[in-house]
């Protein structure tokens, strides 16, 4: 940055968030689908979007709302057209729940370690972050967001089931002890909830003036691409996000993309199980191995302990496989892939550790 801008003092010296972006053989470092969409799929897709550039001169439905009833179908729990917002990307589904909510003097609380974008949701929209340790499980209860929650006074709070990076869920019963004895604002981030055993917090809606679900097509619909993140809540916080919203903030190729994709669910879901079961047998194997691993419940698993968690991040990238340095020091992350991928890993691992993660 040039000398003498009048950058705000708390972006001096930060660095753009993201995971690296290397061309590797084998890529499980960001938890996407690794399934394409079918040859049906995508002219279905293309179809759809030759049909809607007859449409580019004109600005997009801002309010989504041929979108946001798609989705209510899909989430069901009586959920209406009303109940939704959509916007491009959960980033920006969270980014806007903290300009309505959050801001200059109000805190944000969440529990680590977990999502590694949420302190940047926290500064771009100059709300404070604040955090309480997980349990040494990794797990969260009533009794621990309750403490936080009265140490801190946040207007906002986030819980991410399953978490990330740990793949830890939090049953529904959590959730709703906790909305039920806070005022705040409480965001249960399920963008993996697709792979999760846990039920979704969705029923608690109708409850719960303050709770907000918030979701991803990125992940289960293999739609990371196309840039769709989702909330559920009651109308008065869907309105709120509606306020700060930007105008026409959901590009018309988007809205029509994500209406292919719920029109094809069944096709499109069907690889959450086999991803599961990918992420459930490498767990398992790293623990015949020796390997530390965080149970999960989603498409990721968090494994270690190593001496020097770098190195092996490098080791395995020397070998085309790419994986994330992320989470809890002496850990690495990797999503579910293929059996292919997966094969890949494992190889690797054992070339870098012929007699696991110390040797």
Request: hydrophobic share 40%; with cysteine.
């Amino acid at each position: 940055m040039r000398a003498g801008l009048p950058l705000r003092e708390d972006l001096v010296g930060q660095e753009p968030y993201g995971a690296p972006q290397l061309d590797a053989r084998v890529v499980l470092n960001v938890n996407e689908n690794p399934h394409s969409p079918s040859e049906a799929l995508r002219r279905a897709f293309a179809e759809a979007i030759h049909e809607a550039t007859g449409r580019l001169n004109r600005y997009p439905d801002r309010e989504a709302l041929g979108l946001r009833e798609d989705l209510a179908g899909y989430l069901g729990h009586g959920l209406r057209s009303e109940n939704i917002w959509v916007a491009n990307g959960s980033n920006e589904v969270m980014t806007q729940l903290l300009t309505a909510f959050g801001g200059p003097g109000r805190n944000v609380l969440t529990f680590t370690p977990t999502y590694s974008m949420y302190p940047e949701y926290a500064r771009n929209t100059c709300t404070r972050y604040v955090t309480e340790a997980r349990h040494p499980d990794h797990t969260v209860d009533a009794p621990l967001v309750l403490e936080g929650i009265e140490r801190h006074r946040p207007s906002v709070v986030i819980i991410t089931t399953p978490n990330n990076p740990t793949g830890t869920s939090v049953p529904p019963a959590v959730i709703d002890e906790v909305c039920r004895q806070t005022e705040a604002v409480v965001v249960v981030d399920e963008a993996y909830q697709e792979f999760s055993t846990q039920p979704s917090s969705v029923s608690l809606l109708d409850h719960h003036v303050n709770l907000v679900v918030a979701r991803t097509m990125s992940k289960a619909f293999a739609m990371a691409g196309g840039r769709v993140g989702y909330l559920a809540a009651g109308t008065e916080i869907v309105d709120a996000c509606r306020i700060v919203r930007l105008p026409y903030h959901l590009s018309l190729q988007t809205q029509v993309l994500a209406r292919v994709a719920l029109a094809h669910r069944d096709e499109l879901l069907a690889g959450v199980a086999e991803l599961g079961r990918q992420a459930r047998e490498f767990q398992v194997w790293l623990g015949q191995r020796g390997y530390e691993v965080v149970p999960s419940d989603a498409n990721f698993v968090l494994f270690g302990r190593f001496r020097d968690r770098h190195a092996v991040w490098q080791g395995l990238l020397d070998q085309g496989v790419l994986i994330r340095e992320t989470g809890p020091d002496g850990f690495l992350r990797a999503s579910a892939g293929t059996a292919e991928e997966m094969a890949a890993l494992r190889d690797a691992l054992v070339s870098l550790h012929p007699e696991g993660p110390q040797s």
